[in-house]
C-alpha cells in the first residue's frame, strides 16, 4: 500500500509539474506577442526626411511646428513640407510606405483638397511618432537638368533588342548604322516608343548605303540618295568625326550631297561619348550632368545599349528629383 502511495504521489507531483511547464511556455509565449519592437521617433523621422529629400524637395521647404495637441504627448513637433505641384503627393506617400515596410510603423493618410494636401500620420505601438503635412505651393519650382540618350545599337537580333527595350524607363533616341536590317525592321523599331538617328562611319554593312573613300563620286551620290529616301530628311543623321571616312579627301563632297538634300550631318564630337567607359564612370557622369546642369543647356549623351540599361534604377532616382529626359530631335 505505501508503495502504492508513493507512486501514485510521483505521479501527481509530475503531473503538476508537467501542466506547470506548460502554462509557464504559454505564458512567456504570450508575453513575447505583446512585447512588439517600437520604432523610434528618431528613426521613422530620419527615413521620413530621406525620403522626401530624394524627390528634389529643398530643406528650407521643410519647417517644424509645435504640437499643440495635448491628445498626441508622445509628439513634440508636426513637419510642414511645401512641393512644386510638379511633384504627385500619392508618390512621396507611396515611397513612405515602401521605405517603411520592415519597420513596425502604420501609416495613415489623411488627403484633402483634391490631393494637393495630405496630412500624414505614423504610429509604432499605438504611440504617434511623426505627423506631417504636405501641401502644394505654387511659388515652388524646382530647377531641372534635361538630358537625352543616344544609345547605340545594332538590330542583327531584333527581338533582343526588343526585350531590352523593356526595361527602359525614360524617353530615347537609337543610334543606328545605315543597315538592311533596319531597312527591313523600321516599323518594328518605331513600335518601341524611340526614335532613332543615324550614323554615318566606317564600315557600313550595307552595299546599297556604304561610304568608302576610295568609292566613286557617283556611286557615293546614289547611296547619299539611297540612304536619304529610305531614313527620311527630318532624321538626325551624325557624322562619326573619328572616322578614316571623315578625314579622307572625299568628305567634303559626302557632307555637300547630304547638304543639297537639305541633311546637316552633326559631329559625334559635339555629344559626350559614354561609350567604352566603366560603368561606375558612366554613372558618374550622369549623375553629374543631372546634378550640375540645372538651369543649363540640355545634354546629349551617347552610350550603348547594354550599359544603358544597366543604369536604368540611377536615371529613375534622378528623374525623381526633377531630372527631365527626353529623346535627341
Known sequence: ??????????????????????????????????????????????????????????????????NKNTEYDSLSQIFYIGTPPSIQIINIINDLSYSMKKLNVDLRIHET??????????????????RAVITH????????????????????????????????????????????????????????NSSYAILICDNIPAEDFVLEPTDSKNLISRN??????????????????????????????IRDEFGKRNVNLVKLSSFSDLRGKDLSDIASIVDFHSENGKGKEPRTLVIGLDDFVKIQEQIKAQKKKGSRFTKVY
Open 113 to 130: 483638397k483634391n490631393n494637393t494636401r495630405s496630412e500624414i500620420d505614423i504610429y509604432s505601438n499605438n504611440y504617434l511618432k511623426l
Open 1 to 66: 500500500m505505501i508503495k502504492k502511495r508513493i507512486i501514485y504521489t510521483l505521479l501527481a507531483v509530475s503531473l503538476i509539474l508537467l501542466l506547470m511547464n506548460v502554462y509557464f511556455e504559454y505564458s512567456n509565449a504570450e508575453k513575447e506577442k505583446r512585447t512588439v519592437y517600437e520604432t523610434s521617433k528618431s528613426e521613422i523621422e530620419k527615413l521620413f526626411i530621406k525620403v522626401v529629400l530624394e524627390f528634389g524637395i529643398k530643406r528650407d521647404w521643410i519647417t517644424t511646428g509645435i
Open 224 to 253: 547619299v540618295v539611297n540612304i536619304i529616301s529610305l531614313f527620311g530628311r527630318e532624321r538626325l543623321y551624325i557624322i562619326d568625326d573619328k572616322s578614316l571616312l571623315y578625314s579622307s579627301i572625299i568628305y567634303n563632297f
Open 137 to 192: 505651393n505654387p511659388d515652388y519650382k524646382r530647377e531641372y537638368s534635361e538630358i537625352a540618350f543616344l544609345v547605340e545599337s545594332d538590330l542583327y537580333d531584333l527581338g533582343n533588342l526588343t526585350e531590352q527595350s523593356k526595361k527602359i524607363f525614360v524617353p530615347f533616341t537609337f543610334l543606328f548604322k545605315p543597315s538592311n536590317e533596319l531597312k527591313s525592321n523600321i516599323e518594328s523599331v518605331m513600335q518601341l
